[in-house]
C-alpha cells in the first residue's frame, strides 16, 4: 500500500552459517551474495537499510563436527567463527553485524520461547527417539542419520537437505546410527502446525508477496497433507536450557532450528538499535533445505508471538530461497572434505571477478553448476576483456575529457535500456543476483564495442561514453563494488566503499574531468588471469 519511491526500512539477513567450517562457495553463491548484492541494491534504490546476522552455535552439527576432528565444540565455533568473519570481509559482505550468541541473547530466546510456551502455544508429546544407553543421551537432528521416508536421500533427523522436507528423528528410514540404537520414549514440547493451520492458511492467502517456485511447492506440497508437529524442545544438553517440566525433569533444550527464526528478531533488532521486527519488511535469503522450517515455522511462530503479546511487528516478508550450488558436478560435502573455500577462491581470482561469476552462475531457481575451468573463461571473456578493451580505448581518447553536454540519442537510449536492466534485477519483487551480474556483463560489452568508435570532435557521442561509464558507479555498486569504486576515481568523485551511491543522483553528471580507469589494484587482484 506504499508509494513506490516512500523510502522503507528493509531488513536482509541470511541463514546463520552453523560454525562447523568456513563458508564454501555454495554458501557465497547463495544466500550470503544474494543478501549482501539485496542489502547494498535496497541502498541503492534509497532505502533504509539493516543487514545482519550470527552463528548458529546450538545446532547438533557443532557437536557432531567436533567429535569427528577431535576438538571440543567451543574451540570449533570459535575456529569457525573467525574464519566466517574474515571470509566475509574478503568478499566484501557489508553486515552491520555479525555475532556469536552470547548471554543476552540466550536470556532472549529463552525468554521468548516461555513466553509462548506459558501461553498455551506447545504441546506436550511422547516421542520416540533413538537412545545411546552408554552415553546415557538421546539423539537427535543431526546425530541420527538414515533414509529420507520422502525423497530416500541420505539425511539427518530433522531437515532433509535433499527435498527440504521435515522429518522426526524416528521417522528416517533406518541405515546408520538410527539402526543401531534402541528407542525410547521421551517427553518433549512440540509446535503441532495442524493446530495453527487456519492461521498460517490465512497469512500466506493476505501475503501479496509471490514465493520462487521451490518454496511456493513446499508451501502447496504441506498444506495438502496433515502438518507436521515440530520439536520445540529435545531432552539434550546441548543447546538452550529450559525448566518447563520442573527440576526433577531430565534437561531440555530448546531446537535449534526454530530458535533461528527468533535469533533474525534478535540480531536485526540489535543492528538497528530498535525494537523487535520494526521495520517494513523482511528480507531472508536460504538455501530450499530451509524452506519448510522458514515458511511453516517462522511464520507460526511469528504470529503466535504478536497474538501473545510479545512485541514484534509483523512486517511484509519475503523469502527469496536458493537450489544447490554443485562442484563439478558434485554437492559441497564439508563433511567429506569435497568443497572449495569461499576464501581461498576470493583469494585466487580476486574479489569483484568472483562476486561476478558466482552471481552470474548463482543456483537462484534451480540447481547450478561451478566448474574452475568454465567459471575462469566467463570471468576473462565477460569481465576482463571488455575492461582491458574500454580502458585502453578511454584513457587513450578521453582522458581530460569532461561529461558537459547531453548525451547522443544512442546513448541516452542505451543508457535507459541497461539501467532499466539493472532496476529490474534490483528491485525486491524481481530481484535476482544472476539477472544483475548479466545486466553488468552486457553493459560492459556495449561499453567496450563502442568505446572504440567515439566521435571525439562530437561533444554528445563523448559525453555519451563517459555518462555510460559513469553510470557504473552505482549500477555495478551492489555487484562489484571494487569496480564501482574504481570509476568512482576516475571521476575524482566522492567515494562509495562506505556510502552506497544513490540511483536518484545518476542523472547528475560527474561533476570532474575523466581522468582515466585504474582497473589494477594489487589488493583486489589484478586484472590478468592467473597463471
Ligand atoms: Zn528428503
Given at each position: 500500500m506504499t508509494a513506490p519511491h516512500r523510502k522503507q526500512r528493509i531488513n536482509v539477513t541470511f541463514s546463520p552459517p552453523t560454525p562447523n567450517g568456513d563458508l564454501h562457495l555454495g554458501h557465497l553463491a547463495g544466500p550470503v551474495l544474494g543478501s549482501d548484492v539485496c542489502a547494498r541494491s535496497q541502498k541503492v534504490l534509497g532505502h533504509d537499510v539493516a543487514f545482519s546476522t550470527s552463528t548458529d552455535d546450538n545446532q547438533t552439527y557443532v557437536v557432531t563436527t567436533a567429535e569427528r576432528m577431535g576438538t571440543g565444540p567451543e574451540a570449533l565455533i570459535q575456529h569457525a567463527f573467525k574464519s566466517v568473519t574474515t571470509t566475509l570481509e574478503r568478499a566484501g559482505v557489508q553486515v552491520d553485524l555479525f555475532e556469536r550468541p552470547d548471554a543476552a541473547y540466550t536470556e532472549f530466546v529463552e525468554g521468548f520461547f516461555t513466553h509462548l510456551w506459558r501461553h498455551g502455544a506447545f504441546d506436550q508429546r511422547e516421542v520416540e527417539l533413538p537412545y545411546d544407553a552408554e552415553a546415557g543421551e538421546y539423539r537427535a537432528e543431526a546425530f541420527v542419520t538414515g533414509r529420507c521416508p520422502a525423497c530416500l536421500a541420505h539425511a539427518r533427523a530433522g531437515?532433509?537437505?535433499?527435498?527440504g522436507g521435515y522429518n522426526l528423528p524416528?521417522?528416517?528410514?533406518?541405515?546408520g546410527t538410527a539402526a543401531a540404537l534402541p528407542r525410547r520414549t521421551a517427553s518433549i514440547w512440540v509446535l503441532d502446525l495442524e493446530r495453527y493451520r487456519a492461521q498460517i492458511t490465512d497469512w500466506y492467502r493476505a501475503s501479496d508477496v509471490r514465493l520462487r517456485p521451490d518454496l511456493a511447492r513446499v508451501v502447496s506440497d504441506s498444506l495438502a497433507t496433515r502438518l507436521p508437529y515440530i520439536p520445540i524442545t529435545y531432552p539434550s544438553t546441548w543447546g538452550i536450557a529450559v525448566g518447563w517440566d520442573g527440576p526433577d525433569a531430565p534437561a531440555q533444550a530448546i531446537n535449534a532450528w526454530p530458535e533461528i527464526y527468533v535469533g533474525h528478531l534478535y540480531w536485526l533488532a540489535q543492528a538497528r538499535k530498535a525494537d523487535l521486527g520494526d521495520c517494513d519488511e523482511l528480507v531472508q535469503f536460504i538455501g530450499i533445505d530451509n524452506g519448510f522450517y522458514n515458511a511453516f515455522v517462522y511464520v507460526t511462530l511469528s504470529l503466535l508471538a504478536a497474538e501473545h503479546g510479545l512485541p514484534v511487528a509483523l512486517p511484509k516478508t519475503r523469502t527469496l530461497t536458493n537450489q544447490y550450488y554443485l562442484l563439478e558436478g558434485r554437492k559441497f560435502s564439508t563433511s567429506k572434505g569435497d568443497v572449495r573455500w569461499a576464501g581461498e577462491y576470493l583469494d585466487s581470482v580476486g574479489r569483484d571477478r568472483a562476486r561476478f561469476v558466482l552471481a552470474l552462475t548463482s543456483p537462484e531457481l534451480q540447481q547450478s553448476e561451478f566448474s574452475e575451468e568454465i567459471a575462469l573463461s566467463t570471468i576473462n571473456r565477460r569481465f576482463d576483456e571488455p575492461i582491458s578493451a574500454l580502458t585502453r580505448a578511454l584513457n587513450t581518447t578521453l582522458a581530460g575529457r569532461s561529461a558537459d553536454t547531453p548525451p547522443s540519442s544512442w546513448w541516452a537510449a542505451a543508457l535507459a535500456a541497461s539501467r532499466q536492466r539493472f532496476e529490474e534485477a534490483y528491485r525486491l519483487e524481481t530481484f535476482s543476483i544472476r539477472k544483475a551480474a548479466e545486466a553488468l556483463a552486457l553493459h560492459l560489452e556495449v561499453l567496450a564495442l563502442r568505446s572504440e568508435q567515439i566521435d571525439l570532435d562530437d561533444p554528445a557521442d563523448v559525453s555519451g561514453a563517459l555518462l555510460f561509464l559513469w553510470s557504473l558507479r552505482t549500477l555495478a555498486w551492489p555487484v562489484t563494488p571494487d569496480l564501482s569504486e574504481q570509476v568512482t576515481q576516475s571521476f575524482s568523485a566522492p567515494s562509495v566503499v562506505e556510502q552506497a551511491p544513490l540511483l536518484a543522483e545518476l542523472t547528475e553528471p560527474p561533476a570532474g574531468a575523466f581522468r582515466g580507469l585504474n582497473t589494477r589494484r594489487p589488493d583486489h587482484g589484478a586484472l590478468t588471469t592467473p597463471s
Open positions: 531437515v532433509c537437505e535433499a527435498c524416528a521417522a528416517l528410514l533406518p541405515s
